[in-house]
Structure formats: structure tokens, C-alpha cells
């Protein structure tokens, strides 16, 4: 950016909850150079991708929002897919974003050109773009994984993850594998048991599933707000005590005694991890779905994909006419696969040989003018729009930073970044995450906490309120 330069351009990757977050703050802010690559056909991020029967938020409503578009009139407290991609759809007009998204356009690489402070973006289809500031929105459920089991392609069935949802194939009447019994598994399998003959469930881990709170209780939606808030804040510290997390796996224990009657099903669902080392579930209709009579939970995870069938680790052959993969995503692989190089022909990925860091999830030393949205750490257990809304906030303050004093680049101070993932390390240390006995999506292959707050969100939301330019190199040379 040149020194007198007011305004910056901004790119931004992604237009899910994130990228719109920001798009919506840079607009009031005033700061409308800004252009969303988006590397599908629609907005809405991950619901758009999670179609499946079923699909609907766990956080309700009226703290999965943001924050100054909160009058929403939800049709209950869990609304479905379709119902949150509407309503980022209401948005995207309401502050007449349209314009500036670009469709089918996927960000390949970026690379910040020091001598004239210009982010250099080549996508996939071929496209270049300058930018001032470079933002990453691209989420940390948007690469599906699914297993590569021997046999797989040999299948004659369809065959599809839960996230690419295939609408066409026939389930009514047929004889159903379901692979994974994770958040989205939790969802989908009670919504289609009753249509298909028979569910066969391969379960390699079970999860700890506990009933959605009561409806609404405030009619003004400023309040059911703040009760949803702090009812998910009050989770927080048991994640660090043992004798909290003991109490709630009694509690849970209790819960599920009454709510699975047959024993040998209920060991089957009982977790061997403690509580609150996965992400805790939230469903009703779970476990009276594992209790129908034609479903059945395998106690085993699949070993190979047979022409007209699944066979399980225990050598026990399920013969099936369609497979559903409930496998999750790969949310440790951040920003990948795109390539992104700082100063000095540096990459994101050399920076992150040791698993991915940021200063409060949002910035990176070495790569200047580059913010990310649902960066490292900054999952939550609660609502993760309420954590974007916090990193758009922050980073429309630093480009103000950058346009009020006509300053090139600005680049947070590797100390700053150092102390403050030490902190976040050291915190985490001390909770039931990184326990011998909690193996997680949390953690990398090494063990590394790279996904998880370790706080409160509204101490996320306190810290970064207001960009601390001591944490910053700020250069405005000419
Ligand atoms: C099924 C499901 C249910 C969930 N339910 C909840 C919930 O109840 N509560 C909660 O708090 N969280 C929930 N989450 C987590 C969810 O990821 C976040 O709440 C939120 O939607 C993340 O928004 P995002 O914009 O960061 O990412 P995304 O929604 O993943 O959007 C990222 C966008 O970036 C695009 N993109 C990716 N790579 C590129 C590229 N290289 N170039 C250009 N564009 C790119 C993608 O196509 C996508 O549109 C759920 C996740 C899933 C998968």
C-alpha cells in the first residue's frame, strides 16, 4: 500500500459465516474495496455443503448469529440447514454484498510482495489479483474426509460422504451403512432410520450425546441470547478440573441409563474418553434411533468395502445396497491446500512444521497484511459465529490502523506470538484435552492442541476487541 493510499484493498478467501462477517463490518466501516473469492458456486459455506437429512445447528440460534442481525425470526431454536443458508442469503442483500463475491473462483496461492506491500493472489482457474491485505475465511470443515478403505471403488452401490449429500440415490426401502458416528452421523442417522429397511451404524468411537435445552424461554431475543451465551460459558471451567468432569460423567451416565434401557447397548455407547474431550453432541433423537429395530450398532470400525457389502474389524460381513460416510473433515490441515508465502519467501506450511499457530488465532509473524478467520485456536464448545464476529472486529480495526496512518504493512512481533501460544499451550495443558486417555480431531498427529480456545469466549472477545499496536511492527516507510 502507498503512504498515501487511504483506502486498502482487501481480498478475502471464502464466504461462508466468516467472509460475510467481515464483509458486512468493512462495509460499515466504510472500507468497500473488498473482493470475496469464493471457491464454489453459492455462499453459505458449510451449509451449503451439509445437505443431509437431518442437518441443523447445535447452537441455538440465537447465539449461532451475528451479533447486529440478531431479530431474525428462526422458526424454532435449532433451526435447519436450509433455514441458516437463508438467512446468510438475507445478509448477503441486506448489505448488498453480491456484488463483490466471485464465484467458482478458488484461491491457489498468495504471496506478499514486500517491495510494493501487495499480496499477490493466483487462484485455480487461472485469475491474478493484488490485494493490500489478504484474509483467509475458509473454515475448518471444508475438506470431507473419506476413509480410504480397500475395496471402495469396487462398490456397486452409491456411495457418498454426509457433507456431499447425493439427494438422488435411493435410501427408501434399502439396506443402509452408515460409516462414523460423529456430529453429523448424529444427526442424519435419526432422520433416515425410518425411511431405510435396515441401518447397519460402524462405530469406531462412541460420543457423549446429551438432550438439547428446552425451547426459548425469552421472547425478546436480545435476552434468550445472553441465556444461550452464558449456559455455554458455564461449561468452560469444567474442562480443567477432574472433579468437575467427573461430576458431569456421572451426571451424563445417569442420563443415559435412563434413556437406553438394554445394557450391552448402553456399554456399546458408552465413551472410554472422559467427558469434554470431543466435542460434547447435542441431540434427542439420537439414541431412541439406536434402539429402532432396524438399526444396528456395530461396536466395530469397517476394515474393507466389499462389491455388495461392509465388513467390520471383528471379520462380521454386513451386506448393504448404499453406504453413507460420516467420516468428518480434517480440521488440524489449516488453509490447506492453498500455498501462502510471507516475507522472505517463507510459507505458512514451513511456519507450521510444528503444528499451526497464530497470535489470537488471526496473524502470523512474517506475513504481513494476512489475517485469518477461524485460524488456530479459536475453536470453541459454543457458537463459532460469535468467534468470527470477534476476528472481523479485529480485523477491521487493523486495516483502520493501516489506512489512518498511511502505513505499508503492518506484522504482528514473533515475541508477541511466542508469548502469547506459550500462554494458549500452557493453558490447554492443564484440561482434559490432552489427556493420555483423549485421543481427538483437537490434536495433531503429534499431539499438539492446535484447534482449541483455551478460555471464554468473551475473553477471546475482550482480547481482541482493539488491535494492541505494542504486539505489532508497523512499517510506513514511503
Ligand atoms: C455440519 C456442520 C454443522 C455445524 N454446526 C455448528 C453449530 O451448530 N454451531 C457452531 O458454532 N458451529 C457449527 N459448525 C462449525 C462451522 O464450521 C462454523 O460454525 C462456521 O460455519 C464456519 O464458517 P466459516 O466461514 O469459517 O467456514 P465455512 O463455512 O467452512 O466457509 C468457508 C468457505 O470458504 C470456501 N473456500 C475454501 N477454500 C477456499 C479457497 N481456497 N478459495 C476460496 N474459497 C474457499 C468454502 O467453499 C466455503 O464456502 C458446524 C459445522 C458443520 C460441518
Known sequence: MTARQASPTIVIAGAGFGGIALAILLKKAGFDGFTILERAADVGGVWRDNTYPGAACDVPAALYSYSFEHGYRWSG????????????????????????????TEVADATFDAKASQWRIATKNGAELDANVFVSAVGLFNRPIVPDLPGRADFRGPQFHSARWDHAAPLDGKTVAVIGTGASAIQFVPAIASRVKQLYVFQRSPQYVVPKAMAARF????????????????GI??????????????GWLAYLANAVRDPELRRKLTPSYPLGCKRVLISNDWYPAMQRANVELI??????????????????VRKVDAIVYGTGFSPTDYLTPMRITGLNGRTLSEAWRDGAEAYLGITVAGFPNFFMMYGPNTNVAGSIVYMLESQARYIVGAIRTLAQKHARFIDVRADALRQFNDEVQRRLSTTVLVRDDCSSYFRTASGKVTTQWPGFMFEYRRRTRKINLHDYFLNTGA
Open 219 to 234: 421472547g425478546n431475543p436480545l435476552l434468550e441470547r445472553l441465556r444461550v451465551f452464558f449456559n455455554f460459558e458455564r
Open 237 to 250: 471451567p469444567r474442562r480443567g478440573s477432574a472433579r468437575l468432569t467427573a461430576k458431569a460423567e456421572r
Open 77 to 104: 431454536p435449532y433451526p435447519p440447514q436450509a433455514e441458516i443458508l437463508g438467512y446468510m442469503k438475507h445478509c448477503i442483500a441486506k448489505y448488498g454484498l453480491s456484488p463483490h463475491i466471485r464465484f467458482d
Open 299 to 316: 461396536d466395530a470400525p469397517v476394515e474393507a468395502i466389499l462389491p455388495d457389502g461392509v465388513r467390520a474389524s471383528d471379520g462380521s
